[in-house]
């Protein structure tokens, strides 16, 4: 999964991209409203972490501008602001969840695994497909209750298709949600790494639709 994290205080931003890569996310970072504006028109992210006191202005004058063009990737907003004023401008705006500083960076990582999660259409925590099931807390990954060894990347990919599952999910898609924009990978990157999971997890679970992509099966019998 990838974040934009939209924070002009180096040091908050930076304990929180170690904390959210501890969780497997790949964060791209935003000091001002306008660098954001620019990220979100222009590159897929699955969360975005919004601080409201930006230099360039209220972080929740941007989220409007943002919900007002239909842009509607789920938002967490970060802020000082205690009021519930503030907080219901932030609602009004088009927040999905609000954090008050200070906080536990966990408390962030819960939050926006919770929103991300939602957004896919998963009310538990722990995502099934078969006996393959993902704790979105922990990124953990079980086959049957054993558990999976999984790499970072591969766990990433994994977590993508299993909250789109049973849906097709692109090259493309995968290209933009699962990977670096810095470091995006050629075709044959994603290929290896599908070949991987297959391996570790049975070559019928992930199928491959010619001109469409991936997607994940519960099973066997029933490839579709």
């Not at 209750?145 to 995968?174: C, D, F, K, N, W």
């Amino acid at each position: 999964m990838k974040c934009l994290l939209v924070e002009d205080d180096r040091a908050l931003a930076d304990a929180l991209v170690n904390a959210l890569g501890d969780g497997d996310w790949l964060v791209e970072q935003a000091l001002t409203g306008q660098e954001a504006d620019f990220l979100v028109r222009t590159e897929a992210y699955d969360a975005l972490i919004l601080d409201v006191g930006l230099p360039d202005g209220d972080g929740t004058r941007w989220l409007a501008a943002w919900r007002d063009d239909g842009i509607d990737l789920p938002v967490l907003i970060l802020t000082a602001r205690e009021r519930w004023a503030d907080k219901a401008a932030g609602f009004s705006a088009g927040a999905d969840d609000y954090v008050t500083k200070p906080f536990e960076a966990a408390e962030v990582l819960f939050r926006l695994h919770a929103l991300v999660r939602r957004s896919h259409g998963h009310a538990h925590p722990i995502i099934k497909v078969g006996e393959l099931s993902l704790d979105t807390h922990t990124q953990h990954v079980t086959l049957a209750g054993r558990p999976i060894g999984l790499t970072a990347q591969e766990t990433r990919l994994l977590s993508y298709l299993m909250h789109a599952a049973p849906r097709v999910v692109g090259r493309t898609e995968l290209s933009e949600h699962v990977y670096d924009r810095d470091h995006e990978p050629d075709s044959n990157v994603i290929d290896v790494q599908v070949s991987r999971l297959r391996r570790k997890l049975g070559a019928w679970r992930i199928v491959t639709r010619r001109g469409q992509g991936y997607h994940l099966v519960a099973d066997a019998s029933n490839p579709s």
